[in-house]
């Protein structure tokens, strides 16, 4: 199975990536971590990108395809792919069309999670974790038992990063809304778009995903 996780920063997307992976044995598809490791690995598709950031230029439509094709023809027999920010064009939306059909693969499904902008803006500007063991708090949602020592470690620092605040969130949703906006409704058109509530607690998310992969 080969399916698309929409959503924007803070929308639980790499959990839910993460679940399927350990529920289903998928191969989570990232662009970056892709472009990383062929660089490092010095691969043709690798030696090609690193001459073209070292220019300061970005990477073609046409080495990210070549990226993916290596990375399907890596998997394991039977083994699915979760594209991770790709494609984010109508033009590479069709190109992956295509090289999931030169090797006899198909996109099963196209799995957006909604979210509440106002919301997500609490959710992420809330944030923040033990400076000591990395443990994970928030502001409303979940605040240590004792103000000022962490749960975890008993650790007293605590940071917040610094691009959790409100102007980067906003910048990051219209950004995200303008990249899915020419792909959706090619997808949409396939009848394979699903959305789930993504302000949901993460559990039902992942319910409600697994019901839709179900429906094959």
Same mark, same amino acid.
């Given at each position: ?17 993460? #679940? ?15 472009? #990383? ?16 950031? $070292? ?11 070549? !990226?993916?094709?290596?990375?399907? *023809? ?9 594209? *991770?920010?790709?494609? #984010? ?8 069309? $295509? ?13 957006? !999670?909604?979210?509440? $902008?106002?919301? !997500? ?8 974790? /033990?400076?000591? /063991? ?15 020592? /962490? *749960?975890? /470690? ?6 917040? #990063? ?38 949901? *607690? ?15």
């Amino acid at each position: 199975m080969n399916i698309i996780l929409l959503g924007p920063p803070g929308a639980g997307k790499g959990t839910q990536a993460q #679940r399927l992976v350990e529920r289903h044995g998928m191969k989570q598809l990232s662009t970056g971590d892709m472009l #990383r490791a062929a660089v490092k690995a010095g691969t043709p598709v690798g030696l090609k990108a690193k001459a073209v950031m $070292e220019a300061g230029q970005l990477v073609s439509d046409e080495i990210v395809s070549a !990226l993916i094709g290596d990375e399907l *023809d890596a998997l394991a027999a039977g083994q699915g792919a979760i594209f *991770d920010g790709y494609p #984010r064009t109508a033009p590479q939306a069709e190109s992956l069309g $295509e090289i999931l059909a030169s090797r006899g693969k198909v996109l099963d499904h196209v799995i957006e !999670l909604d979210v509440n $902008e106002d919301a !997500l803006v609490e959710r992420i500007t809330g944030r923040y974790t /033990c400076a000591t /063991c990395g443990k994970g708090y928030h502001d409303t949602f979940e605040k240590p038992a004792v103000e000022g020592t /962490c *749960d975890k /470690c008993g650790g007293h620092e605590f940071k917040r #990063r610094p691009d959790d605040n409100e102007e980067t969130v906003r910048t990051r949703m219209a950004e995200y809304r303008a990249k899915t906006a020419p792909i959706l409704p090619i997808y949409e058109a396939q009848g394979i778009v699903s959305r789930v509530n993504g302000m949901a *607690d993460m559990d039902d998310v992942t319910a409600a995903i697994e019901a839709i992969l179900g429906k094959r």
